[in-house]
């Protein structure tokens, strides 16, 4: 789809003040432990229409998947640690609240960045024994439920997990049989390879050999990573299954465990070797989300104009920095000069094939259904085990706004249609609700079901969203913190 504008109208402002929010309204119950306090958007929200291209310079809060990684490092760390610019959002408040429930000692500090306070951790104690018993809600968030059961099995006493019904659906049964191989006493109360489980902790994980499929989700290797220096004994995994998606988040998990001391081994696809040691206490400045930063990105090439995001990491693990390759592919021109990534978008967007998209697909996705060409992302079919079944979702909700998307048995087909207004269900996923933001970017009269589910990962999505098509050179305004 082209993206003609007429010309910008003279109150800019005025115009989108009247679509943007239509039955949206701030939270009265914000995540707990969320230092951010960013007022909250949620419910039906009308996506904001794009009346020129965007032009505009923002940076994104901090990376969901490095502030989880440290902060289970900084947990099972020989000292206190401090978090920079941390993320504070739904997955990270769990995450605080979970490892605190295993005798961690997480403390916001005064001062702090544009979008929150830096966080100063004090490990769980080695001897910790939990004589209440711990009781941790993992939400949706696949790095709590995932990475955090094989750090209660370093703790003592009983860890109860559960999270929110989606959750019940996501596949766990590597990480869970992974923890028993090793001698982990766990019990399922309801399926024995899913949430709610419960496990007896002994304080002690021998490790050694590890056979894990792992095609299901990458984190079932970064969560037995993450612990492995622990283990007695170190740990020794291998995959045997179909190929493991979203490769890049088990380099990042290599990556920051090199970081803080731990001797790596991943020299062999599919194998990956952790020598037991110390995980050195460590400060560490998060970089924003890269991931995150892709709608923002994409909403250049929806109106063909330009968005500039300063602070961009390089050399980093984050699998967002492929955007630079990927919105080449979709034409738009990408530069990254004096750490300033520089997108502008053209007259059209271009069709694309792309392969094992990871967490990028939704955007992807979006882009995809406003293309001039038809596009096939493939490599993604465990995409059906995130927040939902992402397949079925976007083509369920790009079709009904007259889409013409295929689900295939590993990704979407995606032909060129004229799309119309409508309801965009969201499913509780926080990229099906920037999928639809960037839709009706374009589209008039989208409204994304719940944009309250942006708060997983980036509670400002929202005002950051609407400052994006009114307010150029501009970062979150303080009204909102
Ligand atoms: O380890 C991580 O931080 C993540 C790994 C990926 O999971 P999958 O391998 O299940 O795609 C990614 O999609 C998710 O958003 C974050
Ligand atoms: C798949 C995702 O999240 P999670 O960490 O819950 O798996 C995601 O953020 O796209």
Known sequence: MASPFPAAPADLHAQHSQHAVSDAKPSETAAPDDAAGAARIEGRWTAPHALR??????????????????????????GPCRLRAPLHSRDSALMIAALRQLGAVIEELDGGGQFGPDLHVTPMPADAVLTAGAAIDCGLAGTVMRFVPPVAALATGSVAFDGDPQARERPMGPVLNALRDLGVDIAGQCAPQAMPFSINATGRVHGGHLLVDASGSSQFISALLLAAPRFEAGLQLEHAGKPVPSLDHIAMTVDVLRGVGVAVDDSVPGRWTVLPGPIRAFDVVIEQDLSNAGPFLAAALATGGTVRIPGWPSPTAQVGDKWRDILVKFGAAVSLADGVLTVTGGETINGVELADTSELAPTVAALCALATGPSRLTGIAHLRGHET?????????????????????????????????????????????????????????VEVEDIGTTAKTMPEFPVLWEALLTRPDRSIPSATR
Do not use: C, W
């Open 53 to 78: 291209p965007v032009d505009a310079t923002l940076t994104v809060p901090g990376s969901k998947s490095l502030t989880n990684r440290y902060l289970v490092l900084a947990a099972l760390a020989d």
């Open 389 to 445: 079944d992402r397949l079925a979702a976007l083509a369920a909700q790009i079709n009904a706004l007259g889409g013409s998307v295929v689900e295939t048995p590993d990704g979407l087909g995606i032909t060129p249609a004229p799309l119309h207004g409508g309801l965009f269900h969201t499913y509780a996923d926080h990229r099906m609700a920037t999928a639809g933001a960037i839709i009706g970017l374009v589209v008039p009269r």
